[in-house]
């Protein structure tokens, strides 16, 4: 056996014990006496156990100032390699996986007492979900009957489909409005920007699969545009049943069509533009500018089912864009378009040979169907309150040292009145936990009946009640209640609230955080979070909004100036990295590389603060971890960089470069950390290595 495998085993066994400790010392009866001293010893087996996991992935056969992330994470994917199957593995990912573990073993388990009547209604659509095994003619018609609510599929009617029949915008309107499903265009019951205690209407664009206009339009991301127009042949074939040549000419047809309106979307610029992309029209306004091949006062009508005056229309770009190819595209083509979108949200992926598989999928499906609740139940149930609280603390810290950083002379690019006005917007900035432990989950249930046995029947429940649900917000104030699953596992800062969302799966203990793990290990991984989505409040769209979370630019023009300045320094230096020899494409907006630099700074302040605010006892006593033969300062870069280890499947490379707005992991490390003097300086690099460039960015 290996070293390297015997360590390993050695944490294997370590967390074994833990697991063990913590079920005597929390559950034995009669021994109350020994629970402290218990309680000390699981403590000290935590920590020896963390610190064998931070050495497990180290590398320290790599200087540190020549690659400070393969030092820290080189042996990463030889213990957690990625594969085709498995394309990505990470701190995230792992983070992920056990929140999903403790997900399933609540949806498998039977009703007990602590069950809400909410939870086992959500039971029960996981059953309802699991209890299909194949897609038989049953369920095609199912599918069939949704479908025909709304009209005919042309690739389903052929010869005896009219064109004359069918209304795009009154298909739409009524799937909308019916199922909560946005296809082509979308309505959103958003916060005004400009007086965010008031909903209004967006009109915006659709969801696209492909997320980005580059992954529709490069020469290099064919690949992937071929890939889906196979799956959607293959969907076309599974669920309606349609003969294998007319669904691969009709799946072509159907990715031809979404890429003109694709090219219709925002480049990344215009993305950060609030100003631009956000315009503020009445319906009149809208019907001159569009004209009655995208008749928008009827769209708003049928979707929303009463006439609004007054709305927003988001990306004006998208709709002429729209106009042009709705004009020039066969109305046969447009239908199956529509039709067969309406049907995704209701196919279900099944593997007849492989229970497993399907159990994975539909508790994805059920997690991201009742995202709050889920979190609202795991936040209950798995001690992650105790973090919570401990979070708030960490808060309270980082919030008082950016005020501070934003008053230093370190900041001298911001005028006076800017830091003013942006040391008022941090004073004002929350952070809240998605616990959703406030909220009434019972008004979403109303009249709603999970059956174990009907899966379609319990989806067009869930989408009725969501979209009803969705229309009332135009007459009730605006709330800061976030139940996206995207946002069950990454922690966001919503810009028009200027609060910032955690994530309960990030504080599962023993991940990022437990009561026994040292200081520069909570700042460097949880704070360096933290302080990330802080920045996004003052990054090219943060700086645009105020305090209140209002559409407000607080930063005045020489500011501004030298803001875009300073951020075309992070612009040249990231498009100088390549990732497996391909060059990171040149980006003119950094908001994400600015976040990981300043975060990072931002927390080691932070954590600097902490600790020279405690006695040295209480210091020596806290902060160092067993086995590792480190400063508190450089545990608390190794921290940093090991919630970044990662290993990516050779197939999954490019995509992500190209789809993804952040930088892969290992510049998230080097580029932050190659910026920073403290680092340096901590870790004795010399001037002209890689970690300690003669140039280097700053921003906050």
Known sequence: MSHTSRRILHGFTLLLLIMQLVHQGLSAPGRQQTIASSNSYTERVLQISKAAEIANYMNKNVNPCDNFYEFACGNWPRINKATREKGRTGRLEQISQGFDRKVKQFLIKENDQLDTPEEKQIRSFYRSCTSVTRIDESYRNKLKEVIREFGGMPVLEESSWKASEFDW?????????????????????????????KNTVHVTYQEFPLLTRGMYVNSDT??????????????????????????????????????????????????????????????????????STLDIQRFVNVTLGEDINNLYDVLPEYKKNLVEV?????????????????????????????????????????????AKNVNNMIYRRHNTADTAAELQLMWIEMQKTFKQTLQSDRLNWLSPKSRELAIEKMTAMKLEVNSHVKEDFSKDFVNIHMSDDDYIG???????????????????????????????????????????????????????????????????????????????GFDAVGRSFDAQGNLHDWMDEKSFINFNDRQKCFSEQYSNYSYYGIKLPKSEDQSENIADNSGVRLAFDAFRNWQNAQESSLNDRKN?????????NQLFFISYAQFWCTDVAKEQRLINIISDSHTPSMFRVIGPLSNFDEFSKEFNCAVGTQMNPIRKCELY
Request: aromatic share 12%.
């Open 169 to 197: 915008i009154e298909t739409i309107g009524k799937i909308a409005n019916t199922y909560g499903q946005s296809i082509i265009m979308k309505i959103e019951i958003e916060p005004d920007l400009y007086r965010n205690t």
């Open 222 to 291: 064919e690949y992937a545009r071929k890939y889906y127009t196979a799956a959607i042949a293959i969907n076309l074939i599974e669920y309606l049943n349609i003969e294998s040549e007319l669904a691969q000419s009709t799946a072509e047809e159907l990715m031809s069509f979404e890429v003109e309106l694709a090219k219709g979307l925002p480049s990344e610029t215009e993305e950060k533009q609030a100003s631009k992309m956000f315009i503020w029209r009445t319906i009149s306004e809208m019907q001159k500018l569009y004209g």
């Open 326 to 370: 709705i004009q020039r595209t066969p109305k046969r083509i447009v239908a199956n378009y529509i039709f067969y979108n309406l049907i995704k949200a209701f196919c279900l992926k099944v593997n007849e040979q492989e229970s497993k598989e399907r159990e994975r999928n539909c508790q994805s499906i059920t997690s991201d169907t009742f």
């Open 458 to 536: 319990n989806l067009k429940q869930i989408f009725k009640k969501a979209a009803a649900t969705e229309r009332a917000k135009i007459h009730l104030p605006t709330t800061f209640q976030i139940d996206n699953a995207q946002y069950s596992y990454s922690p966001s800062n919503f810009i028009q609230y200027n609060a910032i969302m955690m994530p309960v799966a990030l504080l599962q203990p023993y991940y990022l955080w437990a009561p026994s793990y040292s200081n520069p290990i909570k700042y460097g991984g949880l704070g360096a979070i933290i302080g990330h989505e802080i920045i996004h």
């Open 624 to 632: 160092l971890l067993p086995g590792l033969n480190y400063t508190n």
